[in-house]
């Protein structure tokens, strides 16, 4: 399944310019929090017709709440 937008994004600004590992940040980011399946897909998410909500990954395409595979043409 895909990764969490919200954290990578806030792992991103957290880091930026300090030195820091973002990919250490993002997991850290992950064991603190408890992200919604919308804030893990991503703001530019889309509607799964599956499951109707908001959770579409907004890279993968692939829900984050029911596993339901987005078809692109």
């Known amino acids: 399944m895909a990764g969490c937008e919200k954290c990578w994004?806030?792992?991103y600004r957290m880091t930026y310019?300090?030195?820091g590992d973002r990919v250490d940040?993002?997991?850290e980011l992950?064991?603190?929090r408890n992200c919604t399946?919308?804030?893990q897909a991503g703001p530019d998410a889309?509607?799964?017709p599956k499951?109707?909500?908001k959770t579409i990954h907004q890279i993968t395409k692939q829900?984050?709440?029911c596993g339901y595979e987005l078809k692109i043409d």
């Open 9 to 11: 994004a806030d792992s």
């Open 17 to 19: 310019g300090t030195g």
């Open 25 to 27: 940040k993002y997991h």
């Open 30 to 32: 992950l064991k603190e």
């Open 37 to 39: 399946y919308e804030e």
């Open 46 to 48: 889309e509607w799964c």
């Open 51 to 53: 499951c109707t909500s």
């Open 63 to 65: 829900c984050m709440r």
